[in-house]
């Protein structure tokens, strides 16, 4: 039992009613901590009213905006922010600065919280939540601190704030029994997901304080917006997928359905009127369902946002694009903030709280009261897959809602799901047209080639899939030099992962109009799996080579996308290997996976239904089957590892989310043909009377030039490094050639080429 000692401050007289010493919160813009505050506590008021029924103790919340900034009164941090205001920057930065969050505790009142019903285990969830909610290491000791806490009982006597009078204390000490130094509470806490929502809500409320921004805006659109969609489209009646995920709404579901049943509007449908997010493996898939929300469904395109590596480039390419007026940076900060009602964007943008580094607790908040559609779950790696499973574990945990909706689902996910106590429902078939025939397939037990494409091509669209980009590049250079193909002056193009992003980018708004429904262009598009998810394009014939049987249906799905194969003959011709294998197996594709898979297309021959094709998926990738196969027991070795992680170990710069060790490059040869632009670009970046929008704008044209490539690359090279800020640089590498026809091939001293081997 402790003894608590205390000795609590009246509240100091106004002398004629000014208050005796403005405390302030923050520099820029300069701001006191009644006002800080005071955005808190309007924010809060937000919250509240547009989610009533949030799962927290929301009185505790408003307490802990009240009381979290209350640290800042003592004499470092005030002298600190005069300086900063001064242009005095890094002043004190040598001297001990104890963290603003643990100075505010001696000031709750504890006792008068006790009085009004607050449980001990909610007053240790506040002090430990106003303690981390900027999570710093801890570098001083009890003496510190008390030292501290001393010179505040001075420093804080100048101090009115009306909110509050009634209970305004200062404890001669932290309280031990709700507070120690580098105490936490760890996931074994029996109100572990109690704090971990009111921490993480006091951060959100607090850095869209700081912003200027509302927390939240109302999703009060959607379901209005997708019913006039549909009587636009005189689509009657939602068809039964649509009216499951409606009829679901509350439930967490795992639907599988074909290509064509309206997915997307599904989704939607079943977020409805609620936050939620919309995740997707690709960001050209995102950059397009994004599109397709914001000028299909939503009037209002600022209350949709687009998340992922590449959010603040789209978001120019808007602003130049549209009429209206866009403030990119409230639109950016929103949308990074997670404010936005809608949000479409890639697992890592939401699934890294698997990690539970120091500050994850914003992210898990949010997702207590959002939805999150999960599409095209086949395509993620065991690595992802992972992540994906645990990172619903938590989820729902807390309280957020899921629907894995997919064209394929492998069995082993179900299993998985279930391994971690995961409640969901499913319909009782999958959403499928068995009358519906779209694919007819041969499979040819040898390796692709280019003689085969060059006989099928008749005035048509052939798209080519490829395993690797070496693959990809050699059947395209073929395809090239086909008199055939020469000869009817036949369109040839190549997309792979190894273009410059301003190349790639038009590379992909290129077979999105070749593939549109409307276009009349013909000829051949040869790519790797960077084409297989959600982007809407319909070739005449696919020629493929067998990666794994969830990937083939995906490239299946861009071959007579929305038309039924009505003629005699082949639209699919899969290209196994014969008694080799395909290209990128054992690298990119698990062994173990394709042989399955080889083992099951074989057995097709002819024209296939929807539940076939499911059916094959369901037995290749089920928990039985893979059971002792490398890629199970990654899965389970990162499931592992994934738990094996103590709360709060590893900072968020530490998380490696993808677990791909990729680096960005500007390749010397890019550089050398576009020096003059890239100079210009890097003068205006660094030039420090640029606007924040000048260097933006100057760093996005730069990106235009950049390449990821694996590390290991260019990991025996030194390269050329030109430094743009304190946190990016330039990494210059020679011993690379570039067009923009074949790409980024790497040339060895002896220079003979070297192709990406397994790379897509």
């Known amino acids: 039992m402790f003894v608590r000692r205390r000795r609590i401050f009246s509240i100091p007289s106004l002398k004629g009613g000014i208050i005796i010493n403005n405390y302030l919160a923050k520099s820029n813009p300069i701001e006191t901590i009644q006002e800080h505050t005071d955005k ?19 009185e505790l919340l408003r307490f802990a905006c009240i009381y979290h900034d209350f640290g800042k009164m003592n004499k470092r941090f005030q002298e600190k922010i005069r300086a ?12 001990l600065e104890i963290p603003h969050g643990i100075l505010s505790l001696p000031f709750i009142n504890y006792e008068y919280l006790e009085e009004i019903g607050f449980t001990e285990e909610e007053i240790i969830i506040l002090f430990q939540a106003i303690a981390y909610h900027h999570d710093r290491e801890f570098d001083f000791d009890e003496d510190d601190l008390q030292r501290e806490i001393e010179l505040l009982k001075n420093e804080s006597k100048g101090f009115y704030y009306d909110k509050v009078k009634d209970f305004y204390t200062l404890y001669d000490e932290i309280e031990p029994s709700f507070f120690s130094i580098n105490d936490r509470t760890y996931e074994d806490s029996l109100f572990f997901y109690d704090y971990v929502k009111i921490k993480g809500l006091l951060n959100r409320l607090d850095y869209a304080a700081s912003a200027g921004i509302p ?17 636009k489209q005189r689509w009657g009646n939602w068809n039964k997928l649509q009216q499951f995920m409606i009829d679901n709404r509350n439930n967490n579901v795992v639907v599988v359905a074909q290509t064509g049943m309206g997915k997307t509007e599904a989704g939607l449908l079943w977020i409805g009127n609620n936050k939620g997010f919309f995740t997707l493996p690709l960001k050209t898939a995102i950059n397009e369902i994004y599109n397709r929300i914001t000028e299909k469904i939503v009037n209002d395109r600022e209350k949709v946002g687009l998340l992922h590596s590449e959010t603040i480039s789209k978001y120019m390419e808007l602003e130049e694009k549209i009429e209206e007026d866009l403030n990119i940076d409230e639109y950016y900060t929103k949308t990074k903030q997670l404010s936005l009602p809608i949000t479409v964007c890639t697992l890592d943008q939401l699934f890294d709280i698997v990690f539970r580094y120091r500050g994850f607790e914003a992210k898990l908040a949010t997702l207590s009261y959002s939805k999150i559609v999960i599409d095209e779950v086949q395509m993620y790696s065991s690595d992802l897959l992972a992540y994906l499973i645990v990172g619903l574990h938590y989820i729902t945990k807390v309280g957020g809602k899921f629907a894995i909706l997919t064209a394929t689902l492998p069995g082993i996910v179900k299993d998985l799901l279930k391994n971690e106590n995961i409640e969901y429902k499913e319909p009782k078939t999958p959403f499928i047209n068995d009358e519906l025939i779209r694919h007819s397939i041969k499979v040819e037990n040898s390796d692709i080639n280019a003689d085969f494409i060059a006989e099928k091509y008749n005035n048509n669209k052939i798209l080519v899939i490829c395993n690797t980009v070496k693959r990809a590049r050699e059947i395209f250079s073929q395809l090239k030099d086909n008199e055939k193909l020469k000869q009817s002056n036949t369109s040839i193009n190549l997309l792979h992962s190894r273009f410059t992003r301003k190349d790639r980018k038009q590379k992909e708004q290129n077979i999105v109009k070749f593939g549109g429904k409307l276009s009349e262009e013909k000829g051949i598009w040869v790519s790797t799996q960077v084409v297989e998810a959600s982007l809407d394009i319909d070739f005449d014939i696919l020629i493929t080579e067998l990666s794994d049987i969830s990937g083939l249906l995906q490239r299946m799905g861009r071959c007579y996308r929305h038309r039924v194969f009505d003629k005699e003959g082949y639209n699919c011709f899969v290209f196994d290997g014969g008694e080799k294998t395909c290209s990128g197996v054992g690298k990119v594709i698990d062994k173990d996976i394709f042989n399955f898979s080889k083992e099951a297309i074989n057995k097709v021959d002819g024209k296939i239904k929807e539940s076939e094709k499911l059916k094959m998926v369901e037995e290749v990738y089920s928990t039985e089957k893979l059971l002792n196969t490398g890629y199970y027991k990654e899965v389970e070795k990162n499931i592992k590892y994934i738990k094996s992680i103590i709360e709060y170990e590893k900072s968020k710069k530490e998380v490696d989310f993808r677990n791909i060790d990729n680096i960005t490059i500007l390749p010397k040869c890019i550089y050398v043909n576009n020096k003059e632009e890239i100079d210009t670009l890097i003068t205006k970046y660094t030039d420090e009377k640029a606007s924040k929008k000048e260097k933006q704008k100057s760093w996005i044209k730069i990106q235009d030039y950049l390449i990821d490539i694996p590390s290991y ?3 025996k090279k ?3 490094i030109k ?16 067009d923009n026809i074949l790409g980024l091939i790497k040339k060895e001293e002896n220079d003979e080429i070297e192709e990406f081997d397994n790379q897509i």
């Open 40 to 58: 808190l506590l309007e924010n809060y008021n937000i919250l509240k009213n547009i989610y009533p029924n949030l799962d927290i103790n929301y």
């Open 84 to 95: 900063n205001i001064d242009g005095k920057k890094g002043y004190l930065k040598n001297k």
């Open 215 to 231: 927390v939240e805006i109302e999703n009060n659109f959607l379901v209005r917006g997708l019913e006039n969609l549909k009587c």
């Open 713 to 715: 690359e260019v990991n």
């Open 718 to 720: 030194t390269p050329e």
């Open 723 to 738: 430094e743009l800020s304190k946190h990016r640089k330039l990494l210059i590498y020679d011993g690379f050639e570039y």
